[in-house]
Structures are given as C-alpha cells and as structure tokens.
C-alpha cells in the first residue's frame, strides 16, 4: 500500500507520452529514483525523536501543491496528522488555509496566499546529490531554496525527505504567479533526457539553470524545458525527419530553440541530432 501510495505521488504530476513519443521532460519516474540500492539512507533507523524537526520520514506527510495542498493517508488517523502537520507548516507561512478534507486515501487542503499567488511543489530527483550525504542533500536543498528567492518564487516550506519508499531527497513548497497553461508557469524543474545537453542554449533562453549535476541533467527555474534527440541512417534522412519533428513541436505551440547534430556509433544509424526547445 505505502509503495502505491508514493506512485501516485510521484506520477500525480506527470505528463502522459504524446502519441509522437515525446517524454515527460519535467518528471523523473518512481523507477528512476529507487535506481539506487534501497540500503542508502541518510541516517541509521532513529527514534522519531532523534530526528531533525524538517525532516518527513512518512509518506503521509508527502505533499504536492495546486491549486490545493494534498497527499495520501491510509486511514483517518494519518489524514489528521498529515492535515494538522500542514495546516500548521503553511499558516506559519501566512498562508490561509480551509477545512481539509479526506477521501478515496486522499487528502487535501484548501488554501489561500491572500496575494494571486498559487503553491507549487518540488520533489528533488536523488541523483542531483551524492547519496548517503545529508550535508549534501541539505547542501542542495539551500542551493534551490537561494534560486527561488533570485527567482522571485517565495519559499513557503522545505523539507528532507527520507521515507523507506524512495531514497532520500527534498521537498520544497513555494509560491509563483499562476498561468493556464501550467508549462508556462516560472517554476522549479527537472530536465534530465538522457543525452548530454548544451545548457547554453537554455542559458540563452533566459532560463535560471540552478546546477547541471550531470552532463545530461539540469535543475533550473523557468518555464518548461524540453528536448528530443532524433537518429537516422543518413544526413538526408535525418534532415527530413527533423522537418517532421520541427513541425510537430510548433503546430503543438512549442517554442524551437536550437538544434545540435551529433555523430552515433552505430552501425546503421550514424547520424543524430538533439533538438532543444521550450513546452
């Protein structure tokens, strides 16, 4: 139940594949983030009390932000304590909040910021920091919590995450402006394809890139972020399926940044290129 639980977490606020194929660019899955052994932890088990005050080592404590605050319960008695943990987090904050409600292992609570701003969250993909280090983990943490105040997102709550379901990590509630197409809302993100990235061409863009911990990773503030990398057999034949995809991208209100040609080694297809662009 806890494992299902934590899924529907991390998978809430993923974008599903469009029939072209394109990824979820700003989600890294459940999959991904237990790709470490389930031994590192940042701690050796401790009584609750031994633990720093910021630190979540339940999953109903867990939250996502929207337009309301919410996570997952088993039972009643862990929606009151989820409920009262938040309620209290975000009204220190002085964020208003409404009655909170429990159904289907769903809680929620309704809020208010009192200035048209909205509460977003950020869950931290773990490969961002060295495991097993909570210096580091809180390190980058304070890293991001710097970028969202530059930014002009304010920081409403921060959190370590170290549940048995997923290597520990991070979670940070903060405000932005809201925008109905939630891709354009300046937000912390995620973009980790898998291929090396240029992160001058989203520099250039005007995206905040917080940090790059790996050649293919970056965190950064902004609107959504996107890339695909395109292979074929001949510099023609992937000329044409560029076209196609530059097409697609646009027609669909992408916004093309830059493209960036890269030999494969391959023994049929040679010829790649990445394509860099905003959702």
Known sequence: MKTAVLLLILTGAARAQSPEGLPAFEYTGFAALRAL???VALTPPAA??????DVITEDRFVAQAGTILYGYASDDAAFHEAAAYWTAALESAGVQTGAPSFSGGMWEIPYETGDGSVLRSFLADARQFAPKDEAALRA???LAQAALTRDGLTPVAARVVDVSELLPTYLLIYKTKPDANPDHESRLRVLAPGDDLDFGVFRAAGLDVVETPKTWMM???GPAAGYVSLAAKTPQ???KILQAREDYLTQNGRKILATRDF???DPDYKFGVGVYFLQ
């Open 140 to 142: 980058d943490m304070a």
């Open 219 to 221: 965190v950064y503030v």
């Open 37 to 39: 052994p389930p031994s």
């Open 237 to 239: 034949d992937l000329a």
């Open 48 to 53: 609750p009390s031994a633990r720093a005050a």
């Open 263 to 265: 030999p494969i080694d």
